[in-house]
């Protein structure tokens, strides 16, 4: 038995001895350090024959743990780095190893050396991650939020630098949502002052408002330059305007180079709105047209030949054009007078929505005229129109994807196939 | 690239295939093993063992080699062999080919030897083993395994019907110990080793190892 006491002391022994090597600490990353952070893998060998029969199990990678945290001592000493954490990935056959690059060396040449070291499997860069989210409170409110996908989407392009001309009533210039995001704001109704009202400040917040400021909206292209032409008069609810005013409007933006002009107005066949209409269509101008639910052919501007007539998908309709689009156009939370924010309805905003996206199909393909981009609204949207008479519904996602030619917004295929090297 | 490691552990009871190889007493064991990045694995493994209650005790050493594969989904396989040796003399001196397959927590294991523990017998055994993970640190472990002579069987060391042995148990793992406690049974397989027969099966055992 003096054996048998000698073999457990010395176990205990060599126990307590080869516990006083460090082993590494379970650290959360802090953010600030993420530059200089990588992934080091180590091969687990496979499971296989051991006499000693623990039955933990494969997945278990307890089992050569010491061995392999003993290796990515080695490669941190060698190759000037600190180790972090580790967690075995079972599934792929390797123990991944968060370690830290010290001193000022570079990351580039570090992972290369660690490829080309034999007792890693990979090594690579600690990449980091967002969430797709604005962080404008009622964002989760705007149904193009999830209808349209509207953070993944803005991942993409945001209407970067495309002009957006909007033939409305007065926009609210020191909004806060709307700060930066007009570039020029004219009064075509009056000589008076440019005053703040109801419904160009809703269609404007629609289109442009600020994203990521904390508060409020994120505009469907919030990157884009608002032109805030003042064209109508807000009379209680509604906003007036005739032909004069739009057409001072509309002549100014194509003199100012709009790329897109909203008009959330209908009335009447005007002859000389149709011609200043085909002269911007002509030039390359994409207009957007409301939709006028109570008249039959969708009223004037949106049944003009060119124009993307927008409906509300949330309304009837008495007999929108045969080539109308539908968006959002209920309960929409938007930006309002006086530093507020309110929920709006109709099919003004339904349009404000599309042609916030066509500011950003405009950023991904600036070539696209207005016929293509209508066509290509056309190609996103449901087959089935809303209701008897309303417009098609338009899957933004797939606008963008025919955009850009990329499958997106939670395709299936967009997935990438990653092969782990096995030295 | 090479991995070297290895364990080392003291059971309360050396129990192989259900049956005590230490007489029903606590032994010692380390096992040191290679593992080569080709898959090529080799290893050696020591314990202390003691066949009779009042025979001295000696030690058992098995070399090991073989080669490990993953495959696709998650499924690995080996196959390889083990020389065993005792102090004592080479009446008991055998070889066990072996082979297995893996898949997460479970593998099933097939091994056959020419003269099982020098005994004049051939022998198959047949394992299936699996683990299940309970709390963060806990799993629960279980084996079945069943060795069926295919030559040599006589009414004196336990006839040719298969002679099944069970382990289940729990496992605690706080690195680098493993603390394993579980409840064997068999059969009578024991007949069929070199070891005396005042040890049932039905027993309680607790095995403690530390990796390095």
């Known amino acids: 038995m003096s054996a048998m006491r000698a073999a457990v002391a010395l176990l205990i022994a060599g126990a307590i001895m080869c516990c006083a090597q460090a082993q590494p600490a379970s650290s959360l990353p802090s953010s600030g350090d993420d530059e200089r952070r990588i992934l080091v893998m180590v091969r687990i060998a496979p499971p296989h024959f051991r006499p000693e029969a623990g039955y933990g199990g494969g997945y278990d990678a307890q089992a050569g743990r010491a061995a392999r945290r003993r290796i990515a001592s080695e490669l941190a000493s060698k190759y000037g780095l600190v180790v972090e954490s580790d967690w075995p990935m079972a599934s792929l056959g390797v123990d991944c190893f968060l370690m830290r690059v010290q001193g000022e060396q570079p990351l580039d040449a570090t992972l290369e050396a660690l490829a080309r070291d034999k007792r890693t499997a990979w090594a690579q860069p600690l990449n980091n991650f967002h969430t797709l989210s604005h962080n404008d409170p009622l964002f989760a409110l705007q149904p193009a939020a999830a209808a349209w996908h509207l953070a993944e989407v803005h991942t993409l392009a945001t209407g970067r630098n495309v002009s957006v001309a909007e033939l409305d009533s007065g926009v609210e210039l020191d909004h806060p949502d709307l700060a930066g995001q007009i570039s020029v704001a004219e009064n075509f109704v009056d000589q008076g002052p440019y005053p703040a009202e109801m419904h160009g400040t809703a269609v404007a917040g629609i289109i442009a408002a600020r994203a990521d400021n904390g508060i409020g909206i994120a505009g469907v292209a919030p990157g884009a330059h608002l032109m805030a032409l003042r064209a109508c008069w807000q009379v209680d609810a509604t906003a007036n305007c005739n032909s004069f005013t739009l057409a001072k409007a509309l002549q100014f933006a194509l003199a100012r180079g709009a790329t897109v002009i909203n008009m959330s107005v209908t009335g009447p066949q005007d002859k000389l709105l149709n011609l200043l209409l085909d002269a911007a269509l002509v030039q390359g101008v994409t207009v957007v047209g409301a939709v006028d639910p109570q008249t039959a052919g969708g009223g004037f501007p949106a049944s003009h030949p060119g124009v993307i007539a927008v409906a509300s998908e949330n309304s009837d309709n008495a007999g929108a054009p045969a080539a109308a689009v539908a968006a959002p156009g209920r309960d929409v939370p938007t930006t309002l007078p006086q530093a507020r924010w309110g929920f709006v309805d109709g099919s003004s905003f339904a349009a404000a929505h599309v042609s916030g996206l066509v500011a950003l199909l405009q950023q991904i393909s600036p070539s696209l005229g207005p016929e293509q981009m209508r066509s290509l609204l056309l190609m996103a949207s449901s087959s089935e129109r809303v209701g008897q008479y309303g417009g098609r519904r338009i899957d933004a996602c797939a606008a963008i994807a025919r955009a850009t030619k990329a499958c997106f917004c939670g395709c299936a295929a967009a997935a990438t196939d990653k092969t782990v090297s096995q030295r | ?212």
Do not use: C
């Open chain 2, 1 to 212: 690239m090479a991995q070297v490691s290895g364990s080392a552990t003291v059971v309360s009871d050396y129990r192989v295939r259900g049956v005590t190889l230490s007489a029903g007493r606590p032994a010692a064991q380390l096992d040191v093993g290679y593992d080569d990045a080709s898959g090529l694995y080799a290893g050696a493994f020591a314990s202390s063992v003691q066949f009779y209650e009042h025979s001295e005790h000696q030690a058992q050493l098995t070399g090991y080699t073989g080669f490990a594969q993953r495959l696709r989904d998650g499924w690995s396989v080996d196959g390889g062999a083990a020389y065993t040796s005792f102090s004592g003399g080479e009446g008991y001196n055998y070889l066990e080919l072996h082979t297995g397959v893996t898949h997460k927590d479970v593998s099933a294991r097939l091994y056959f030897s020419p003269n099982y523990f020098g005994q004049n017998v051939q022998t198959l055994y047949a394992e299936l083993n699996g683990s299940y993970p309970l709390a963060e640190r806990f799993r629960l472990i279980g084996h079945a395994g069943a060795l069926q002579l295919i030559s040599g069987a006589s009414d004196y060391n336990g006839g040719s019907h298969p002679h099944a042995d069970l382990l289940g148990g729990v496992q605690a793992s706080l690195h680098p110990f493993t603390l394993q406690l579980s409840r064997i049974a068999g059969d009578g397989a024991k007949r069929v080793y070199p070891v005396g027969s005042r040890h049932p099966s039905g027993v309680w055992a607790a095995r403690l190892s530390f990796a390095f």
